[in-house]
């Protein structure tokens, strides 16, 4: 299993990595160029209209758990 799946992601991209952990709603996401942005990374692809995480997506948000508590903290 490879181990470069550690992204440096704004604000923003975590804010929008984590909505997306729940079942996808057909409410359109606010920030269009942060999904926009999470897809050029392979974090977010569309499927039938709807922004959701891809595996990559979900290996990041896990991995970077522990980092988004030390900023909390």
């Keep these: 299993m490879s181990n470069d799946i550690d992204f440096d992601l704004s604000p ?3 804010k ?9 709603s057909r409410g359109r996401l ?10 050029k990374l392979g974090l977010v692809a569309i499927r039938d209209g709807v922004p959701e995480m891809t ?19």
Excluded: F
Excluded at 16 to 24: C, G, I, M, S, Y
Excluded at 30 to 39: D, N
């Design 16 to 24: 929008v990595l984590k909505a997306l952990r729940n079942p996808p």
């Design 30 to 39: 606010t920030k269009t160029h942060v999904v926009e942005g999470l897809i």
């Design 55 to 73: 595996l990559t997506g979900r290996k990041v948000l896990v991995r970077g758990s522990c980092r988004l508590l030390d900023l909390v903290a």
């Design 12 to 14: 923003d991209q975590w």
